[in-house]
Structures are given as structure tokens and as C-alpha cells.
């Protein structure tokens, strides 16, 4: 219908009905598409006025997105450790880090599990800045009943090919701030003024969704219940299972349901982490590592040479195992089995 509809660029009823659709999935007052989970960011963090000299605290353990879109503004990412069994930001840490030139906090909930918003929120109240969450992992994902990114001043999501829900690539920006809504629409379509043809009063960037891409999400967001279904079997699966072995899963927030993007765990002695890495991909069973701390990048190096100590465990020690949500249980016992195989054979 897209296709014959001949709106197959960035205008078309599709974006609407998506943006639209996805409001009211993560109780919104407003969704703006973008073309990608990046561009969400980035602009996400423009529309705040963030720009050259300013602080964004944000994990060192994520994806590199978000710390680039920080850089994108100018401003300087600061980081923060992780939590040990979250994995997730540290509150505590997060409130040592706030300095007057602190102008939001970025926090990312890692793998689908929720991050403490609560205390976030009380240091984002108590300092007078605005809290953005990157929800790329997490859609699906609730903390006391509410989607993730309901109450933060703005939230941002991906639809790249590997997450919950996908259009190709694509993202969006949530936010209940009409002002803020304004800005980002106007960013997104390259500072076009919203009352002017072909006048444009700000910098802004092609950062538009495709009516294509939309038309996909619709029809993604009616599978959402089925494969997060899915995914909440296969988490169940793995954790009951492997519960014997010298390993541990992320552990949820108490308050929250994760979205199982990533079922993930770590090993409780980093030299088997690449070994059993090595040995499931011999038998046909991909996995990935942990994400590297971003402060170990040679573009984010910092000069005081600040340690991480949890996040630096985790990514030593931490798995990701295979969480499409058409895996069978045929498919997960054979990975199981192998791991099983794996702590039981000699050493």
C-alpha cells in the first residue's frame, strides 16, 4: 500500500500513523521519527541546547552511540561506573559527576533491562537538568508499570535490523515538551521554519524517516506482544537451565521488566569468557562479547587516566547469548547442551 501510494520518501500518512502509534505504545504526548537510533540522539541532545564546553554524564558501559551524539554537540561525555549487578549507571556516581557545566544526564538501559530511574530522576530535580534516555534496547521494557522513557524529558529509540522492532534503520524522539517537539522537528528537516516555505531558521540536518520505513514499523509494532512473548520464554529458558554453572545473568531491577533484547551473563573467571566463546562458535552458535568500556577508545581516553573498575569486569566477563525471538526450544537446548559441555569437559 505504501509502495502504490507513491509517498515512498519522508511525507506520506505512514509517519504519521507510526508516530502516532508509537506515542501512545510509550505514553508520549509527542513521537518524532528520525532515520536512524544516532540521529535521535544527536538531535535529541541539539534540541536541548547542549553545544561546545558542556557536560553530558553518561555510562561508560554502552554502545558507542550515545557518546558520540555527545561529541556530535560539542559537549564532553563524562563517565560514570556501572552498577555490579544491573549493570546499569550508577546513581551515586552519577550524582558525584553533576558540575555547573553538567547539562543533561544520558542514561542508557543496557541490553533491555531497566536502569534506576528513580534516583535518576531525584538528581535530575535536585540539579535542574533534563534527563535523556536511550531506549534503543529497551522497547518493551517497564519500571513500576510504565514503558522506559515515559516521564524523562526526552527519550530516544532505534529500529536498526537486530533490535525488538525494526524498520531497517530508523529511530524515534519522545517527549511531552511541545517547545522541544518543535525544535526537533525543525532539526530533523534541515531547519526548515515550520510556517515558511523554503525558509529555514536554524541549522538543522536530513535526519527524516522514509514513508517505507514507516509503513514497516507499523506493521513491526502489531508483532511487538508476540516477540516480546518470545524473548521473555527465552530469557526464562537460559536462566533456568544454566542456573548450575559458574555463571551470572544481568540481574533485573527489582521494580522493572526488561525486554530481553540481549540475554546476557558472565562468566565467573574472565580467562574461560573467549574459550566458551570459541567453542559454541565451533558448534554452529554464534554469540557477541560485552560491549568495551567507551573510555578505553583512543578518541575517549581521558587524561586523569579514571578507572572503571565494574564495567571493566563486565565487559572481561560478559556473553551475549543468541535472543532472536524465533529461536525453538530445539534450538535452545542445543546451545544449553553446549555450554554444559563446555564447564564439564577438562580443562
Not at 507499523?218 to 518470545?230: G, N, R, V, Y
Request: proline content about 6%; some cysteine; aromatic content about 10%.
Amino acid at each position: 500500500m505504501c509502495l502504490t501510494s507513491s509517498w515512498i520518501s519522508s511525507k506520506g500518512k505512514f509517519i504519521k500513523d507510526f508516530e502516532n502509534s508509537f506515542a501512545r505504545l510509550t505514553r508520549r504526548r509527542f513521537a518524532i521519527s528520525v532515520s536512524n537510533g544516532t540521529t535521535a540522539l544527536h538531535a535529541a541532545l541539539l534540541s536541548l541546547g547542549i553545544g561546545s564546553g558542556d557536560e553530558v554524564i553518561v555510562p561508560t558501559l554502552t554502545y558507542i552511540a550515545p557518546v558520540n551524539a555527545i561529541r556530535y554537540t560539542g559537549a564532553n561525555p563524562i563517565f560514570v561506573d556501572s552498577c555490579v549487578d544491573t549493570w546499569q549507571m550508577d546513581p551515586q556516581l552519577v550524582a558525584q559527576a553533576v558540575t555547573k557545566r553538567t547539562k543533561a544526564i544520558l542514561a542508557v538501559h543496557l541490553y533491555g533491562h531497566p536502569c534506576s530511574l528513580t534516583p535518576l530522576r531525584h538528581i535530575c530535580r535536585k540539579f535542574s537538568i533534563p534527563l535523556v534516555e536511550d531506549c534503543a534496547e529497551a522497547i518493551g521494557t517497564t519500571y513500576f508499570g510504565k514503558p522506559v522513557g515515559y516521564a524523562s524529558t526526552l527519550a530516544t529509540y532505534s529500529f536498526f535490523g537486530n533490535k525488538t522492532i525494526t524498520t531497517g534503520e530508523g529511530g524515534m524522539i519522545t517527549t511531552d515538551d511541545p517547545s522541544l517537539a518543535k525544535i526537533v522537528y525543525s532539526i530533523k528537516g534541515q531547519g526548515l521554519a515550520p510556517d515558511r516555505e523554503y525558509w529555514h531558521d536554524r541549522i538543522g540536518y536530513n535526519y527524516r524517516m522514509t514513508n517505507i520505513c514507516a509503513a514497516i514499523g507499523l506493521a513491526q509494532l502489531k508483532k511487538l506482544p508476540l516477540f516480546l512473548k518470545a524473548k521473555e520464554r527465552l530469557a526464562f529458558f537460559y536462566r533456568e537451565e544454566l542456573s548450575r554453572l559458574p555463571l551470572t545473568f544481568q540481574t533485573l531491577e527489582e521494580r522493572g521488566v526488561s525486554s530481553n533484547w540481549m540475554i546476557s551473563f558472565l562468566v565467573h573467571n574472565p580467562k574461560l569468557r573467549d574459550p566458551l566463546r570459541k567453542w559454541l562458535s565451533k558448534g554452529g552458535v554464534e554469540t557477541r562479547p560485552i560491549f568495551n568500556p567507551v573510555h578505553k577508545m583512543p578518541m575517549y581516553r581521558q587524561k586523569n587516566n579514571k578507572r572503571f573498575p565494574v564495567a571493566c569486569r563486565i565487559a572481561s566477563c560478559g556473553i551475549n547469548l543468541p535472543s532472536h525471538p524465533s529461536l525453538t526450544t530445539r534450538d535452545m537446548t542445543y546451545i544449553v547442551n553446549l555450554i554444559c559441555k563446555f564447564f564439564k569437559k577438562p580443562s
